[in-house]
């Protein structure tokens, strides 16, 4: 599938005019219509490019193969989707593991350097996804949403890609890849979607089901980072378990944690016990590619690697630096460059774009995702991502990345970063640093980035240079002119896509009791993290 990478760009990045200005408003409001109607067509263009390119492919396997074969006319499609793991791969350039299954694929598809989440933990993430749209233009943006009495819908129009596959003749499935053991109990993998969808888009939870010659379109559901759970007993328990099947575990000696967090021995091991679920992780993959190659299915599928978000840890997960943005991203099928490193900005939520143009399928007009593998795809000039509220913790930042710089906008400047959270505090890592921090133990850098009572109202990065964000340029009179084109962006993104912003009270009381019921061990936590999060609101914070 050729693959261009010129240097022009398209997006609808108009500066907002200032309020106030009704007319004004209007007018760039017509403009940015204007401009997406045009972006939607290049994207329609683009994605009949693929098809074109995948069609011939297709074909001409489908003609060398023996004519009383049952390959498909379509290819197989499967995703395989990993919980909390960024991207610490040896084909990533990670040297304290090896991992040599998913470096295969990397090997024989197309790797990207520079792929991010839109969200950075799992519902409103994965719920992006499965559509192809911005969680915030679904109002799905909130994590675990739509699980109480007031209900999330998809808008007219938007469609999850296995229904859409389903409907055009795919069987659908979804759960771990391998194969179903006689007798055995079974169930699909996990969706964790924030809207309210239709069991039915899944025909089971293993392409077994399918019949002769059918397409099926999997989806790999492992747990990734979530193996190491979340207690240093655990940590130990997942090291005790690679010894015994991967025949050594990740030495703590081997860690190199990045500058924000303290070198304390409960950290180091917990990150060697990260580093080997990435290992089980990896084996994991190389069953499923080899189930698919003794069923003679791997050259007619094509194959989607990615994670829901970056590393479960204080930075990492539910924020928006690279530590919880930045996913590995890996694809290799029918007409895919082998060997080939992609290194323009893209979005996850791409996935479901090329994924219907894998399979033959129009690229919806209205949605967001593009489809990346298109022979004519002309490359994002920008990504954007968004977190709001995580279980009972409000939030609402927002973040466009371009080629250099990552420019994130705090909602609640006023909240320190680490707000009470009841899944993250009973966190061994997390009652660590809180008890370092007690004892005055922390360096500075620690102390400023992870305790500091407040927050700057906007962050800018230079994220290729600084690595781990740790310098905050938004004061530089030096990079002003830059800042003020990153708001911009951000605004255009914002009003483009619909972005609601913050959730209702009564929604968020919905969630809540849903919450509360689903764990009574940290029930009397989290009541009172639900209180604090109510008097903040009500002081203005």
């Known amino acids: 599938m050729p693959i261009s ?5 398209h997006h609808c990045d108009f500066p907002a005019p200032a309020p106030g200005h009704p007319q004004l408003l209007l007018v760039h409001a ?5 401009a997406r109607i045009a972006h939607l067509a290049h994207l329609a263009l683009a994605a009949l490019n693929t098809l074109s390119v995948l069609a011939t492919a297709t074909a001409s396997a489908t003609a060398s193969a023996d004519p009383a074969s049952t390959r498909p ?16 791969l040896s084909c990533y350039g990670e040297t304290a593991i090896t991992t040599p299954h998913i470096d295969r694929l990397a090997r024989e598809g197309t790797r990207f350097s520079r792929a991010y989440v839109t969200a950075p ?23 675990r949403s739509g699980r109480g009495t007031e209900k999330i819908r998809l808008p007219d129009g938007v469609v999850p890609v296995p229904a859409r596959l389903r409907e055009a003749g795919y069987f659908t499935c979804i759960g771990d890849g391998l194969a179903p053991e006689p007798g055995s109990a079974r169930r699909l993998g996990k969706t964790d979607y924030n809207f309210d969808w239709d069991p039915a888009m899944y025909d089971g939870d293993d392409w077994a089901g399918r019949t002769s010659g059918q397409p099926f379109f999997m989806q790999v559901q492992l747990p990734g980072g979530k193996l190491r759970g979340g207690t240093d007993a655990s940590a130990a328990a997942l090291a005790a378990r690679a010894t015994r099947e991967l025949g050594s575990a990740t030495s703590p ?15 180091l091991r917990d990150w060697a016990a990260y580093l080997d679920s990435v290992r089980f992780t990896d084996a994991h993959v190389g069953r499923v590619l080899a189930r698919l190659e003794s069923e003679n299915l791997l050259d007619d599928t094509l194959i989607v690697f990615l994670t829901d978000n970056g590393i479960s ?16 991203l890996i694809i290799r099928g029918p007409g895919v460059p082998a060997g080939s490193v992609r290194h323009d900005l893209v979005e996850h939520i791409d996935v479901a774009a090329l994924t219907l143009a894998g399979a033959g399928l129009p690229h919806p007009p209205a949605m967001q995702a593009q489809p990346i593998l298109a022979a004519g795809y002309r490359p994002r000039d920008a990504v954007f991502a968004a977190r709001d509220r995580c279980d009972e913790t409000v939030d609402h930042l927002r973040s466009v990345r371009t080629d250099r710089f990552l420019y994130i906008r705090n909602g609640h400047p006023h909240r320190p970063l680490l707000q009470p959270n009841a899944y993250k505090d009973r966190k061994s890592i997390l009652e660590t640093l809180h008890a370092r921090r007690r004892a005055g133990t922390l360096d500075p850098v620690a102390e400023r980035l992870l305790f500091s009572p407040s927050r700057p109202a906007e962050e800018l990065y230079e994220y290729q240079t600084d690595r781990w964000q740790l310098t905050n340029l938004a004061a530089d009179p030096a990079y002003q002119n830059t800042l003020a084109d990153h708001r911009q962006r951000l605004d255009a993104w914002r009003s483009a896509t619909r972005d609601p912003g913050p959730e209702p009270e009564s929604r968020y009381d919905s969630e809540m009791d849903v919450y509360l019921r689903e764990v009574p061990a940290i029930a009397d936590r989290l009541r ?14």
């Open 313 to 328: 840890h204080a930075r990492g997960k539910q924020f928006l630096y690279d530590e919880g943005t930045h996913i590995p």
């Open 253 to 267: 000696a081997s860690v190199r944690l990045p500058p924000c967090y303290p070198s304390d021995p409960v950290l």
């Open 121 to 143: 933990v799992c519902s409103p993430c994965r719920s992006a996804l499965i559509t192809g749209f911005y969680q915030t233009t679904l109002g799905a943006h909130h994590h």
């Open 30 to 34: 017509r403009i940015a219509r204007i």
């Open 73 to 88: 006319s379509r290819p197989h499609i499967v995703w395989i989707v990993v919980d909390d793991m960024s991207p610490h």
């Open 528 to 541: 009172d993290n639900i209180r604090m999060m109510k008097a903040w609101a009500a002081e203005g914070k």
């Open 5 to 9: 990478h010129p240097p022009a760009t």
